[in-house]
């Protein structure tokens, strides 16, 4: 699978345009997470994208069909969570405080 720059950037904004459905809080810390991944995998090598703009695509529909009531955040799979570099869970783990410190503000 292979995501032209026009593609990318569809896919970005689609990203942003659903964090504006979330508590300001939480949409701040989404929207410098996304930025920060996008520039990250801009000179990624070749194979590590389609798993990128695949795992991108899914959070957009989940955001799209969610019910804003519900609240927002699912608990990321196992086997997924073990195909992860160390880096990876770091940024998760991060990101993950990063949440829970918003969510007590």
């Known amino acids: 699978m292979s995501h ?9 904004r689609a990203v942003l345009r659903q964090h504006t459905k ?5 949409r ?3 929207d410098a997470y996304v930025k920060r991944e996008f520039r990250q995998h801009q000179n990624a090598k070749p194979e590590f994208l389609p798993g990128f703009f695949s795992a ?10 969610k019910d804003e009531s519900a609240g927002f955040g699912r608990p990321i799979e196992s086997k997924k969570m073990n195909a992860m570099t160390e880096e990876q869970r770091m940024n998760m783990e991060k990101l ?10």
């Open 96 to 105: 993950k405080d990063e949440a829970r410190k918003a969510r007590n503000v």
């Open 56 to 65: 991108w695509e899914s959070y957009v529909k989940d955001l799209s069909a």
């Open 28 to 30: 701040e810390l989404g």
């Open 22 to 26: 979330m508590p300001s809080h939480m």
């Open 4 to 12: 032209s720059r026009a593609a990318t950037l569809a896919l970005y």
